[in-house]
């Protein structure tokens, strides 16, 4: 018998789609995938000498459960150089991946039946980490209209009793909308006011367009900083998705707990990633530039692309590298006869006849929506929005 726990989490819904792209790629169908969540570019090869030193040298064994020393001091010189907030390295655990760092974070903070609040649409993980952390996910609906954000009057109707923390995510993924100074400070006096923590995840925060900048919360001020958790890690800036290392920024209570959790849990983070990331942080950030630089033209077409077709539009991002497009329009048209009838139907028409993948918005909370990312090349892309408007062109 499994435990309650296990049966609660909600396999992802994106899977199904996902393994069946899969299969047909692997039979040799030429499937134009949109569907990934990570940077198409190969990790930048300074990066990678610096993994084959670390084998070299054999800095092959465990290292302190939260991360060596002269990283977490790496981490702790970019939050002030990137941020303008001062950490200390004991207020740094340095995770397997920014996942594992939100999954210590939820750890560290809840007690059965403590709420989180979570603005829908949401990185499909959210509401499962806290559900395997004994919380409640409380969802916040937000409109298209705001840009998908949330603000104090959303914000306050879902607080209760038992909130205890609220998740915050800009850059967004799915969204890729970025949240502005005022809106932050709007969330930020709400969780003052009511003493709420506030888990920044920042993972996605070089990579944003068009004048978009990415503010931490924490920066609003002493007050606000002490009530935040900040996640981020190296999987998205450096294209290092599969060297797993992400990290945490905390009040140094908060980063006790999540390093002496982490400490029985998995031990440290891979030593020799480690000091793979300890390079990317520290070496020269011309290689982020070159990839952001192509996430925003891929985008631009795309956006431009979409906009021009019939019953699909999107709001263009203003960060991370995904388009969050509604496709509810085509839910009441008919494809050969048959009813496109919801979001998940029309990403299994668009794979099963076209041979495109993309993400269908029900797990990101968003049914109206799907999720196509543009970690791809131009190339692709291209072809793949031809057969888009194609599929589209044949809807009744
Ligand atoms: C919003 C968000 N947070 C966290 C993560 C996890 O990143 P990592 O690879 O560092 O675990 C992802 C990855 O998809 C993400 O999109």
């Given at each position: 018998?499994?435990?309650?726990?296990?049966?609660?989490?909600?396999?992802?819904?994106?899977?199904?789609?996902?393994?069946?792209?899969?299969?047909?790629?692997s039979?040799g169908?030429?499937?134009?995938?949109f569907g990934a969540?990570?940077?198409?570019?190969?990790?930048?090869?300074h990066?990678?000498?610096?993994?084959?030193?670390?084998i070299?040298?054999?800095?092959?064994?465990?290292?302190?459960?939260?991360?060596?020393?002269?990283?977490?001091?790496?981490?702790c010189?970019?939050f002030?150089?990137?941020?303008?907030?001062?950490?200390?390295?004991?207020?740094?655990?340095?995770?397997?991946?920014?996942?594992?760092?939100?999954?210590?974070?939820?750890?560290?903070l809840?007690n059965?039946?403590d709420e989180?609040?979570?603005?829908a649409p949401?990185?499909?993980s959210?509401?499962?980490l806290?559900?395997?952390?004994?919380?409640k996910?409380?969802?916040?609906?937000?409109k298209?209209?705001?840009?998908?954000?949330?603000?104090?009057?959303?914000?306050?109707?879902?607080?209760?009793?038992?909130?205890?923390?609220?998740?915050?995510?800009?850059?967004?993924?799915?969204?890729?909308?970025?949240?502005s100074?005022e809106?932050?400070?709007?969330?930020?006096?709400?969780?003052?006011?009511?003493?709420?923590?506030?888990?920044?995840?920042?993972?996605?925060?070089?990579l944003?367009?068009?004048?978009a900048?990415?503010?931490?919360?924490?920066s609003?001020?002493?007050?606000?900083?002490?009530l935040?958790?900040?996640?981020n890690?190296?999987?998205?800036?450096?294209?290092?998705?599969?060297?797993?290392?992400?990290?945490?920024?905390?009040?140094?209570?908060?980063?006790?707990?999540?390093s002496?959790i982490?400490s029985?849990?998995?031990s440290?983070?891979?030593?020799?990633?480690?000091?793979?990331?300890?390079?990317?942080?520290?070496?020269?950030?011309?290689?982020?530039?070159?990839?952001r630089?192509?996430?925003?033209?891929?985008?631009r077409?795309m956006?431009?692309?979409?906009n021009?077709?019939p019953?699909?539009?999107?709001?263009?991002?203003?960060?991370a590298?995904?388009?969050?497009v509604?496709?509810?329009?085509?839910f009441?048209?008919?494809?050969?006869?048959?009813?496109?009838?919801?979001?998940?139907?029309c990403?299994?028409?668009?794979?099963?006849q076209y041979?495109?993948?993309?993400?269908?918005?029900v797990?990101?909370?968003?049914?109206?929506?799907?999720?196509?990312?543009?970690?791809?090349?131009?190339e692709?892309?291209?072809?793949?929005?031809?057969?888009?408007?194609?599929?589209?062109?044949?809807?009744?």
């Open positions: 018998m499994l435990s309650r726990k296990a049966s609660q989490i909600t396999p992802s819904p994106t899977l199904a789609i996902d393994a069946k792209a899969k299969q047909m790629k039979e169908i030429d499937i134009i995938g969540g990570e940077p198409d570019f190969d990790t930048p090869g990066i990678k000498e610096a993994a084959i030193a670390a070299n040298e054999g800095f092959t064994k465990y290292t302190p459960a939260s991360g060596i020393p002269e990283l977490k001091e790496a981490v010189d970019k002030l150089k990137d941020n303008g907030l001062r950490y200390s390295p004991g207020q740094v655990v340095i995770s397997n991946g920014a996942k594992h760092s939100l999954d210590n974070v939820f750890a560290a809840l059965e039946g989180v609040i979570i603005p949401y990185w499909v959210y509401p499962e806290v559900k395997l952390n004994d919380g996910p409380v969802i916040v609906e937000t298209e209209e705001n840009r998908y954000k949330m603000d104090r009057s959303n914000l306050e109707s879902a607080i209760t009793d038992r909130t205890k923390a609220i998740v915050l995510n800009s850059p967004c993924n799915p969204t890729g909308q970025v949240y100074r809106e932050l400070q709007e969330i930020a006096d709400v969780a003052l006011k009511k003493n709420i923590y506030i888990v920044s995840d920042e993972v996605y925060e070089k944003t367009y068009g004048g900048e990415h503010l931490s919360i924490a609003l001020g002493e007050d606000i900083k002490a935040t958790v900040i996640v890690g190296v999987s998205k800036t450096y294209s290092m998705t599969g060297w797993r290392i992400g990290y945490a920024a905390s009040e140094p209570k908060i980063a006790a707990a999540m002496g982490q029985h849990a998995t440290n983070p891979n030593s020799i990633a480690q000091k793979a990331a300890y390079t990317a942080i520290t070496a020269s950030q011309d290689c982020v530039e070159e990839m630089q192509a996430f925003d033209k891929r985008m077409y956006v431009d692309r979409i021009k077709m019953y699909v539009s999107c709001i263009e991002p203003e960060g590298f995904y388009l969050f509604n496709l509810g329009e085509t009441s048209r008919q494809f050969r006869g048959k009813p496109v009838g919801d979001g998940n139907n990403a299994a028409l668009l794979l099963e041979r495109v993948a993309v993400v269908p918005g797990g990101f909370g968003a049914p109206d929506c799907t999720r196509f990312s543009y970690a791809t090349s131009l692709n892309i291209t072809e793949g929005m031809d057969r888009l408007e194609n599929f589209l062109k044949e809807l009744v």
